[in-house]
């Protein structure tokens, strides 16, 4: 079946460097995406998410991209913090409702 | 405002026994659903309820239940719990375009 998959398990970064999380899907016509991040002993946490309709979205420190044509989302954290470590996962949502995860990447910082 | 909240936080229970697993959330969000998160995968949908007393099952159903008798609460039942059922279990409720997770059950099953 369709899912949606992130190219790598983990990822370690120095401390303030910029970090790029990956993320591929399989649904052409999935329209909404978002990216969780979930600390060691506690729930995903919402950090951005993006329609189809867009190709970048921005938050604060975060930038998520997205490209239709190769069916691939990414992720980007400006100026990693420890804060930051975490494991970090994208979702698609299918239908009105329903929410299907990637399996996640952990991204370590490096003081 | 707590958001969700889910009990136990961590249980261990021996083959065969029965439990309930607590979801209540106070955002007034009719979507409320349970994953389970296993080492090393993402999280997979078990059920879900979109409204008062209408449930469906999700990616994995086998071996749990669910009802929603009211808006807040969301339980889910192990009627004869197995190893495989060992994990870490989330609730989420979903309103405004966004989900919201509640801190996790740690579940084990010997």
């Known amino acids: 079946g369709e899912s949606v998959g992130l190219h790598l398990p983990t990822l370690s970064v120095q401390e303030g460097d910029n970090s790029i999380i990956n993320c591929a899907y399989s649904n052409s016509a999935s329209d909404y995406f978002i990216w969780y991040k979930q600390e060691s002993g506690k729930g995903p946490q919402f950090i951005i998410d993006?329609?189809?309709?867009?190709d970048k979205r921005q938050g604060q420190r975060v930038t998520v991209l997205l490209n239709k044509t190769v069916k691939h989302l990414s992720l980007q954290i400006a100026a990693t913090q420890p804060g930051d470590s975490a494991v970090y996962f994208c979702?698609?949502?299918?239908?009105?409702?329903?929410?299907?995860f990637g399996q996640g990447t952990r991204l370590t910082i490096n003081p | 405002n707590a958001g969700v909240t889910q009990t136990p936080k961590f249980q261990v229970l021996k083959t065969g026994q029965s439990m309930t697993l607590q979801c209540a959330q106070d955002m007034n969000h009719e979507y409320m659903s349970w994953y389970r998160q296993d080492p090393g995968m993402g999280l997979r949908l078990i059920h879900y309820s979109v409204g008062a007393g209408i449930t469906d099952q999700g990616e994995v159903p086998n071996g749990y239940n669910v009802s929603r008798s009211t808006t807040e609460d969301f339980p889910l039942r192990l009627l004869s719990a197995a190893p495989s059922q060992t994990s870490v279990y989330f609730c989420?409720?979903?309103?405004?375009?966004?989900?919201?997770f509640g801190p996790g059950t740690r579940l084990t099953v010997l």
């Open positions: 979702a698609e949502l299918q239908g009105a409702q329903k929410l299907v």
């Open positions: 989420a409720s979903r309103g405004s375009g966004r989900s919201f």
């Open positions: 993006i329609r189809s309709n867009m």
